[in-house]
């Protein structure tokens, strides 16, 4: 059973970075496609990356961290990232890591708390 481990979260002031891991126990991310979710509490949990696919060859990223957002893979080291900058309290929100197929998720992470104080 394929396990994702996220790390990095944490407490951040408005303005500053962090940078999430997803630490796969197997090669998963050269097979199925890497994307990170978030859920704030009271809203649905809603995608805000995602790797390019051989049916779609660009990164999604939605509208609200467009800019601001970059999701990478070391597929060496089987680690997904999610670089965050310029963080705004809206972006706090349980962030998870994800192995797709299409809109399938295959694998979560158990999550990782991203609180922003103003």
């Known amino acids: 059973q394929v396990q994702l481990v996220e790390s990095g979260g944490g407490l951040v002031q408005s303005g500053e970075s962090l940078r999430l891991s997803c630490a796969a126990s197997?090669?998963?991310?050269?097979?199925?496609?890497g994307a990170w979710y978030r859920q704030a509490p009271g809203k649905e949990r809603e995608r805000v990356a995602r790797?390019?696919?051989?049916?779609?060859?660009?990164?999604v990223y939605a509208d609200s961290v467009k800019g601001r957002f970059s999701i990478s893979t070391d597929n060496a080291k089987n680690t997904l990232y999610l670089q965050m900058n310029s963080l705004i309290p809206d972006d706090t929100a349980v962030y998870y890591c994800?192995?797709?197929?299409?809109?399938?998720?295959?694998?979560w992470g158990q999550g990782t708390q991203v609180t922003v104080s103003s």
């Open positions: 994800a192995a797709t197929l299409g809109d399938y998720v295959g694998y």
């Open positions: 197997e090669n998963i991310f050269s097979t199925w496609t």
């Open positions: 790797e390019p696919t051989s049916q779609s060859p660009r990164t």
